[in-house]
């Protein structure tokens, strides 16, 4: 059994037992390639709390290989090598999780599969989802690779002169309706922006949406108007 998906934030890795209906939600049964070798086991998931930090399995993969042979481990999605660990050497249990080979197409299924387990929510958990969600660092990159990293302002230039294997980097996902008001992490109210365009909207306390569409968005700002180009109809 390949492991089901790995979600991972900054510091979490979920395996969510949710695409799996044909297993007992309480355990996940994980393969883990290290390198050319793989290694099978399961882990054991409270049905209260069906979380696995991060530092966990990097526990569970150093229990099973010899003792600083392992610097990068992959994590399978539907398959393929979507996740890469970088591991930190020693006993330490520090790692880094990087989404790797993950295709447009994957991405918006991805975050599709996100956005649905949280709508999906009872709710009075719903919001609470939410706010996850709107934390969660696997947001903003499932999101520049839906819609490229880069700056979705009209006629933006901000990047220009930045080499593209940067851009993730230098742009932001920004919610246009806040979430201080109530506004949701779905991608109706998400767009990714440079870091200038970024710092425009936000200083500008005058600053206001004018229109939202799936495939333009405008805000007024004193800098005059900011038209946003997307195109969200894959995820609807
Ligand atoms: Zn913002
Ligand atoms: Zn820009």
Redesign the pocket.
Same mark, same amino acid.
């Given at each position: 059994m390949k492991c089901a998906l790995v979600h991972h934030t900054g510091t979490m890795i979920r395996f969510t037992t949710s695409q799996l209906p044909q297993l007992p939600r309480s355990d996940t049964d994980v393969t883990v390639a290290l390198g050319r070798r793989t290694v099978n086991g399961r882990f054991h998931l409270h049905p209260a709390n069906p979380y696995i930090a991060g530092p966990e399995i990097v526990r569970w993969i150093k229990a099973r290989i010899p003792f600083g042979g392992v610097e990068q481990a992959w994590i399978d999605y539907e398959g393929r090598q979507a996740f890469r660990l970088t591991l930190g050497t020693g006993h330490t249990t520090r790692y880094r999780a990087t989404m790797v080979a993950m295709s447009p197409a994957e991405a918006w299924k991805a975050l599709r599969a996100i956005l649905d387990e949280a709508e999906g929510a009872p709710p009075k958990q719903r919001r609470q989802r939410y706010a996850r969600i709107a934390r969660d660092p696997r947001l903003s990159s499932l999101l520049k690779r839906c819609f490229g990293a880069t !700056?979705q302002?009209e006629a933006?230039t901000?990047?220009t002169g930045i080499p593209s294997r940067f851009h993730a980097r230098c742009t932001e996902v920004h919610h246009l309706e806040a979430i201080a008001r109530g506004g949701r992490s779905t991608p109706y109210n998400l767009v990714v922006? !440079?870091a200038?365009?970024h710092r425009l909207v936000h200083r500008d306390p005058s600053a206001r949406v004018t229109a939202v569409g799936p495939n333009r968005v405008e805000i007024e700002t004193q800098a005059g108007l900011v038209v946003i180009r997307r195109n969200i109809s894959k995820l609807t």
């Amino acid at each position: 059994m390949k492991c089901a998906l790995v979600h991972h934030t900054g510091t979490m890795i979920r395996f969510t037992t949710s695409q799996l209906p044909q297993l007992p939600r309480s355990d996940t049964d994980v393969t883990v390639a290290l390198g050319r070798r793989t290694v099978n086991g399961r882990f054991h998931l409270h049905p209260a709390n069906p979380y696995i930090a991060g530092p966990e399995i990097v526990r569970w993969i150093k229990a099973r290989i010899p003792f600083g042979g392992v610097e990068q481990a992959w994590i399978d999605y539907e398959g393929r090598q979507a996740f890469r660990l970088t591991l930190g050497t020693g006993h330490t249990t520090r790692y880094r999780a990087t989404m790797v080979a993950m295709s447009p197409a994957e991405a918006w299924k991805a975050l599709r599969a996100i956005l649905d387990e949280a709508e999906g929510a009872p709710p009075k958990q719903r919001r609470q989802r939410y706010a996850r969600i709107a934390r969660d660092p696997r947001l903003s990159s499932l999101l520049k690779r839906c819609f490229g990293a880069t !700056c979705q302002v009209e006629a933006c230039t901000l990047l220009t002169g930045i080499p593209s294997r940067f851009h993730a980097r230098c742009t932001e996902v920004h919610h246009l309706e806040a979430i201080a008001r109530g506004g949701r992490s779905t991608p109706y109210n998400l767009v990714v922006i !440079c870091a200038n365009h970024h710092r425009l909207v936000h200083r500008d306390p005058s600053a206001r949406v004018t229109a939202v569409g799936p495939n333009r968005v405008e805000i007024e700002t004193q800098a005059g108007l900011v038209v946003i180009r997307r195109n969200i109809s894959k995820l609807t």
